[in-house]
């Protein structure tokens, strides 16, 4: 199976390794993938995604307010103050 993420397609970065005497060898610098389970079936996601679906739940749950909705919020705060 390759190292690759399922749902944004990152794969292994290429960089250079370096010597103490600044002599460069090539290696790989791999995605942290995680095995999650999204409706059923397993899947291979970075934790950047994992974090990214955590928060898009949060917000279609309404734990967490969008941009508009802290837009209005500071909005309403500063038409009570006048």
């Known amino acids: 199976m390759s190292r690759i993420d399922q749902l944004t ?6 960089a250079n390794s370096r010597s103490h005497s ?8 791999h995605v ?6 999204i409706g059923g079936k397993r899947i291979r996601v ?9 928060r898009a739940a949060a917000i279609a749950h309404g734990e967490i307010p969008t941009r508009k909705q802290k837009k209005a919020a ?9």
Do not use: P
């Not at 397609?9 to 290429?14: I, L």
């Not at 600044?22 to 610098?29: D, L, P």
């Open 32 to 37: 942290n993938l995680q095995t999650i389970r």
């Open 9 to 14: 397609g990152k794969r292994a970065n290429t």
């Open 74 to 82: 500071k909005k309403a705060t500063f038409a009570a103050k006048k």
């Open 46 to 54: 970075s934790t950047r995604t994992v974090r990214s679906l955590k």
């Open 22 to 29: 600044n002599i460069a060898t090539k290696r790989k610098q």
